[in-house]
């Protein structure tokens, strides 16, 4: 049988709240603090506060049973057992992760320890963290045989972050205690033996019975490392997949099969190869400067993540060039722009790509009509509605008119669009395409001139043209 723990989760953003509500999934009991009181009520009541799948489900099956909200972090410390820290760790105006969050809460914590807890940092924090919550803990008063802290990343994609947690590639323990390590083998135990998926109506994933997810025990210097070094490599992969793709443009060549082929070498493998505007969102750009931080502070050069830095701005550049090359002028042009989110299937706009290209065209005298299926309340509190931006209730209302459509997100309804509608839609049928959805040869058939990432500018004109070269020859 397995031993249920009580848990708090002290933050309740993406990390804080997925972990609760998947923790309560799991079988423990879970008290997710908040010192914003706005957010507790919002939860209690219900509101998952994020677009994310299979949260609303779960937070509607267990809030006020296994999960209870609540801004009384000191009555969670006396009454859990493990108290996960999933709070903010922004990046400073030096590239540094601002930690002043973490303190805030290990200072709070030490202030209501009097008999042994294990304290988790789940936030992504840069390597010695761990030594720092400890130190200030222990300057709080605490006996060090009161507490361990383990280091316990998360892997968690936005969009599918309840299912990444309940079916994870891997789970990272860094503990340099058996003591701690074993609380959290046995928190993690539903997981790793299986059990979880014996139950009825579990979130379906990748594990089963018999592929459960591996516990990876390390050394917390070493969990630490990991989480940067693994949201670094990716940034890598991204930024050099982009890089690629402008060389394939370069030389009339197709990144796609170029992605193809290299993706087939099980050395590199397929995913994040996929070229596009740019990476984005609440960790790659913070995460990729504060490991370079990091490594700089230390001596060791990681000047390679300058150049990744630089292949992602770039790549915003180059899409507005497209835009600009497509329509010769761009200042007074009406432009029709799917997708505001940094990704699909999320309403998370930090970093996003698809904003920062959205204010260069207005800045170059674009008018703007934006839709998202998820994020434009969130967009409208950053980008008011104005005389050069407009939300869009749906695809055809923002194409209305339009000079040119811009796709900027991977939501798959922005790859399943009536291109016969569009077609009437659109002033000029003109589709420049930053996730690569469509394929060339379908838009031309269907009368649009199609430009995409990595990939030649496709035309009806320049069909009709190379169809006539072949007749001649």
Known sequence: MIEKTSIAVVGSGYVGLVAA???AEMGHQVICVDNDQR????????DTLIHENHLPELLDRYRNTLVRFTTDLSEAVRTCEAIFIAVGTPQSETGDADLSYVEAVACEIARSLTSYKVIVEKSTVPVYTNEWIRRAIERNGVARNLFDVVS?????REGTAVSDFL?????VVGADSKRAAAVLNSIYAPLTTGDYYKQPGHIAGSCNVNNPPPLLNTSTKSAEIIKHASNAFLAVKISFINAVSNLCEAADADVEQVAKGIGLDSRIGPKFLRP????????FPKDVAAFRSVAEQMGIDFSMLNEVEKINANQKARFLNKVRSALWTLRGKRIAVLGLAFKGDTDDIRESPAIDIVELLIAEGCTVAAFDPAAMKRTQQELPAGPQLRYASDIFDAANDADALLILTDWAEFGQIDLDRLSTVLRYPIVVDGRNLYEPSVMVQHGFTYLSVGREVASPAKREKEGIHAVAS
């Open 21 to 23: 509500v998947c923790f």
């Open 39 to 46: 957010k507790v009520s919002a939860l209690s009541g219900g």
């Open 152 to 156: 316990n990343p998360e892997f968690l």
């Open 167 to 171: 079916h994870p590639d891997r789970i």
């Open 276 to 283: 596009g505007i740019g990476y984005g969102g609440s960790c």
